[in-house]
């Protein structure tokens, strides 16, 4: 099971990733359908949007649920990006300008 931090509002969740370390980068897209993410047990998600953020510690952490309750460690997941036509992973992704 992933690593998650939730709480009552958006605001809280990034107050309380800040504990572990601040967040030194966000990325964030809203296109119709097109970012897949795979976990380490190669179970794929579709969104049509998208937030990332980069903990100061290396670690990546999004919202995977509607709700924005629930920020979830995406560390060891894979984005498959459609201008390489391939997946790879979160952290080389994030250093890229490629969706």
């Keep these: 099971m992933a690593d998650t931090i939730t709480n009552e509002s958006f605001q809280d969740l990034i ?4 504990k572990g370390g601040p967040v030194v980068g966000e990325k964030k897209y809203a296109i119709t359908d ?3 993410l795979k976990d ?3 179970n794929e998600q579709i969104f049509s949007n998208i937030d990332i953020l980069k903990r100061a510690d290396d670690t990546f952490w999004m919202p995977l649920e509607a709700d924005r309750h629930t920020l979830t460690n995406i560390t060891t997941y894979q984005i498959y990006t459609q201008a390489s036509d ?3 992973s979160i952290n080389d992704w994030f250093e890229t300008e490629a969706i």
């Design 15 to 18: 107050d309380d990733l800040t």
């Design 34 to 36: 097109f970012f897949h």
């Design 86 to 88: 391939s997946w790879s």
């Design 40 to 42: 380490a047990e190669g």
